[in-house]
């Protein structure tokens, strides 16, 4: 069964500080996506990682993905109050060869940024 | 072009009554999938259907859970005697492909049952 780790799960930061979230997962897969979700809301995605070394950057936040070590990471630079909300990563499931969009989610990393 | 939609947003239910939850996919979408959220958790899976057929249903409960995507009309996840541990936020997601495609979530559906 796969399983998908995320840490920390809860993360409180000043504003123009830096900080990485990391997500564990288990077993081999395809794709590897990351999610912001505010309270009361629908999930956003924020990346798709496909391959091994993959890196991607949109504004503040940039991720990464490592599937020899099975961990992404999520790096927040000079983070501001915007960007407070829970962070998920997700994992595709591969299953018989195929991979179908089965998602396996982490179990979220609540950020909370102070002025 | 309108995103995934999902209705109703807020439902109420005392227990054992039944719950219908409904998810029309993005045009063009034919994929869908519906997950479950627990109170401060993350999400996890439920099952993923396709046009007229279930494709994996693995993340379904064994009883009183069932789930369809017809030919016409939106997907519907439906509960029956529905109990306070079914209590959750219901999200649904459709894709263009399978595993091509990302999924595109809906606002989710959120179930109380008193």
């Known amino acids: 069964e796969l399983k998908v780790e995320q840490n920390p799960l809860f993360l409180s930061m000043q504003e123009g500080k830096n900080y990485t979230i990391y997500c564990n997962y288990s077993t081999t897969s395809d794709r590897l996506y990351w999610y912001r979700q505010d309270p009361g809301k629908s999930l956003e995605s924020l990346f798709v990682?496909?391959?091994?070394?993959a890196v991607k950057q949109e504004g503040r936040l940039m991720a990464s993905l490592d599937t020899k070590a099975r961990l992404s990471t999520l790096h927040i630079t000079a983070a501001v109050h915007d960007l407070s909300a829970t962070y998920f990563c997700a994992v595709d499931m591969k299953a018989g060869g195929t991979s179908y969009g089965k998602l396996t989610f982490g179990q979220g990393t609540i950020l909370t940024v102070h002025p | 072009n309108a995103g995934v939609m999902q209705n109703p947003r807020h439902l109420v239910r005392r227990r054992g009554q039944e719950a219908r939850l409904r998810c029309s996919p993005m045009k063009g979408h034919s994929h869908v999938y519906w997950y479950r959220q627990l109170p401060e958790e993350g999400l996890k899976f439920m099952v993923y259907l396709q046009k007229e057929n279930i494709i994996d249903e693995s993340g379904m409960p064994k009883e009183r859970f069932s789930a369809e995507f017809p030919k016409e009309g939106p997907s519907i996840l439906r509960i029956q005697q529905v109990v306070r541990g079914d209590s959750a936020a219901y999200f649904c997601?459709?894709?263009?492909?399978?595993?091509?495609?990302?999924?595109?979530f809906g606002p989710g559906t959120r179930l109380t049952v008193t």
């Open positions: 990682l496909l391959s091994n070394g």
């Open positions: 997601a459709s894709s263009h492909r399978g595993w091509e495609h990302e999924q595109y």
